[in-house]
Structures are given as C-alpha cells and as structure tokens.
C-alpha cells in the first residue's frame, strides 16, 4: 500500500475483497486467506508470491531467470515431434488428447495436468 500509495479500502476495491478484510489483516486480528493472497498476486503482479509470504525475496520483483537457466524439468528428455506432425490438442475431449500424445510417444501415459493461471489445476488419469 505505501509503494502505491493507496489507502486500504482503495486496495480492497481493487482486489474486490470487503474493507473489513483489509483491516483485519493489517490489525493483525486475522491472518490472509490463500485466496486473498492470490487475489493480490492477480491484481499486483509485480508482487512475488515468497515476498509476499515470508518478507524475504524482493518487491517489485526482480527480472525473470533467461530461458537458458536451468529447470526443474531440464533433464527430462521430451520425445521428437516432427514439424509436420505437430498437431493442437487445445478443446479436445481428454481420450482425444490422450490419443496425440501416445502417437507421439513410445511410454504409456500415467497422468496429464493442467495448469490454469489462477493457481488451480486438474490431474486427468487415462
């Protein structure tokens, strides 16, 4: 709030919480919710999430890692898809999908999950 320069019930209108939220939360009487951390993290990207949880990190946040970077995923080999193979999977029924992927592939499928941007996810077993 001081960053922007917004008072508590400009914050609460702009992350669409109640006033009386923002002045639980900052008077220490109640502790934010994991949807009013995501609702902050929608509206304020700028804001990193370990900042905003444990004070530790940086505000704004600091440039993203270069794609080169090594990953979570970096040494998971992914399989060869030639270009004109490729195909969409977006707005298929899940069998669908599961089909293209194994078409693709020589290993049988053990799940696939989506990730949606609000935070959510769901884990669809063939």
Known sequence: MDYYEISAALLADKIEVQRSSISHILS??????LDFVLKILKAFPEVELYWLLNGVGSFPKVAELKASAPTLFSD??????????SKTIENQPNHDIERQIKENTDQEIESIVIFYKNGSFKNYRP
């Open 28 to 33: 220490g009487r109640n502790k934010p919710s």
């Open 76 to 85: 998971i080999e992914t399989p060869e898809i030639k270009k004109n193979e």
